[in-house]
């Protein structure tokens, strides 16, 4: 059964490590939430391992630096995990074979910044590609915007690599929108083959709790379908915060009700505890 909290700090003294998820959780991909910064400096000081793991089709170095900016301490985090980093390290690692990616991603340039000094390269038409490289989504665009794109990348018999599973992303001002993770399920219901790196796929988790060295960890996030599922699936405790993708849900309901409502609908596994944000 489900416990709600009021604050990480009533519960911190039973793990070795807590993870964050970034959006919807830490920050709203412009500012951080309130009293998010305070409280992970707060757990910090009770010897807790903090980490950031998160679907972001851009590697780690870059979403440290976002969340540097937003006012987290880059001394926080024993390490922030990206699934475009895990991607990343399998084509460095030649476990990717492919070497002509066409890349479907948020803004022009970020799958070049992304590869830095990969031996691959970016093709304009889908048509010369090995395979697709799905990153991201431009703000604004649905499933309709690709449907030409992955029905030519079937026929081709492309294998899509998608680094960024979210099926929705959270923007300033609660606002909801299409996220790259739509594309790939639909291309797999199609009959093409997808290949996922991130949340809920539980060889990330291992990833981390490897190079975290802890047992009893504790995974914060605010997606039942991405956050918590992980984290069940890979034995963690888990914790969902009420302020992400989920808040529409909770507004102005029972949050015990509201919690069940949503479980039974998606048929998914229940978080360990839930609280309002990350305080």
């Not at 948020?106 to 010369?128: N, P, Q, T």
């Not at 975290?212 to 914060?220: A, F, H, P, Q, T």
């Amino acid at each position: 059964m489900t416990k709600i909290i009021n604050s990480i700090s009533e519960i911190v003294h039973e793990y070795d490590a807590i993870v964050f998820d970034q959006w919807g959780v830490l920050h709203d991909g412009k500012v951080s939430f309130e009293g998010a910064i305070e409280c992970l400096n707060g757990l910090k000081k009770s010897n807790v391992k903090l980490a950031v793991l998160s679907n972001s089709g851009k590697r780690s170095q870059s979403n440290a630096e976002r969340i540097s900016m937003m006012g987290f301490s880059s001394t926080l985090f024993e390490t922030i995990m990206t699934s475009g980093e895990a991607l990343w390290t399998d084509i460095s690692s030649n476990i990717i074979n492919e070497k002509k990616f066409f890349p479907i991603e948020r803004d022009k340039g970020d799958a070049k910044l992304w590869a830095g000094s990969l031996d691959i390269s970016f093709e304009d038409s889908v048509h010369s590609a090995q395979a697709i490289l799905l990153m991201g989504l431009p703000d604004g665009d649905d499933l309709i915007n690709w449907t030409d794109i992955l029905e030519i990348a079937l026929d081709l018999n492309l294998p899509l690599y998608c680094s960024n599973p979210d099926l929705l992303s959270p923007r300033p001002g609660g606002k909801l929108i299409t996220a790259a993770g739509v594309l790939a399920h639909h291309y797999r219901e199609c009959g093409g083959r997808v290949v996922f790196y991130g949340k809920p796929h539980v060889e990330i988790f291992k990833k981390l709790q490897d190079i975290l060295n802890s047992k009893r960890i504790l995974m914060v996030g605010d997606s039942l379908d991405h956050d918590i599922l992980g984290g069940f699936s890979a034995g963690w405790d888990t914790l969902l915060v009420k302020c992400g993708i989920h808040a529409p849900e909770f507004i102005r309901n029972n949050d015990t009700i509201t919690l069940k409502k949503i479980i039974n609908l998606k048929k998914c596994k229940p978080p360990t505890y839930l609280i309002e944000n990350v305080k």
